[in-house]
């Protein structure tokens, strides 16, 4: 691109046929198409690339094999352009026509290090299921995510700057210690008040729930101390089962 980007939108996928569709679809109805967009595939054997020729075609596309999520990741991190990178999964869609023009207007305006806003759960027609179950909070401090993962990964939108390399040590939850990182490196944030993503209700954590929490509580304790991870995990634990 001649001109650095405000956004980049980066996605992250492999053999995605089945998911990739409504999220191209929903980023070339966006009314405000001034963002870059990377798809950093994992070399598919489908119908993946096709698929992104076909419906949105000034995608920039890097394919080779890499070695899992994160590390495709750190590729999209690096190629990218623009002065905010958002990541946008395959299978998960913009909230609605007029999402990237909201928030380049917020960006624009309020030239914050952080934006982030709300994210509603979807099922597999696109029909609203519940908003997330933890919610955004007004202001966010160092200490926010010792409470979990208070932002969803896809309504996180960080200068590229103050962004980090995922810790490939990581294989669920690799986006529960970069958010950390960023929020620890920020000194203006700005939310907004509406819905900026629909999460599809199946991706890789939801599927290896199991290990993702595990994973989570060693980061939880490494950034805020054992008690406070254990006490958070156990009260999650208790609030699932309830």
Request: proline content about 4%.
């Amino acid at each position: 691109m001649t001109t650095t980007p405000l956004l980049t939108i980066i996605t992250i996928c492999y053999n995605a046929e089945a998911t990739i569709a409504p999220t191209l679809h929903s980023l070339a109805e966006q009314r405000d198409q001034s963002f870059e967009y990377l798809v950093i595939d994992g070399a598919s054997q489908d119908k993946t690339l096709s698929l992104v020729q076909t419906l949105y075609p000034r995608a920039i596309v890097h394919s080779e094999p890499d070695h899992g999520l994160y590390d495709a990741m750190n590729k999209g991190l690096r190629q990218a352009h623009g002065t905010y990178i958002w990541y946008l999964n395959a299978g998960d869609t913009l909230r609605t026509s007029d999402t990237v023009r909201t928030v380049c207007a917020a960006l624009e305006t309020h030239q914050p290090d952080l934006l982030y806003g709300d994210t509603m759960i979807v099922d597999g027609a696109y029909q609203d299921l519940h908003p997330r179950r933890l919610r955004p909070p007004h202001q966010l401090t160092q200490r926010s995510f010792a409470n979990g993962m208070l932002i969803c990964h896809q309504a996180f939108i960080p200068r590229r700057s103050l962004a980090p390399l995922y810790d490939l040590r990581y294989r669920y939850s690799a986006d529960y210690d970069w958010c950390i990182k960023i929020i620890n490196a920020i000194h203006s944030q700005y939310r907004i008040d509406d819905y900026l993503v629909n999460y599809l209700n199946e991706g890789v954590t939801t599927r290896n729930h199991r290990a993702s929490l595990l994973e989570r509580l060693r980061i939880m304790a490494r950034r805020y101390g054992w008690f406070t991870a254990l006490t958070r995990h156990v009260s999650f634990l208790f609030c699932r089962q309830r």
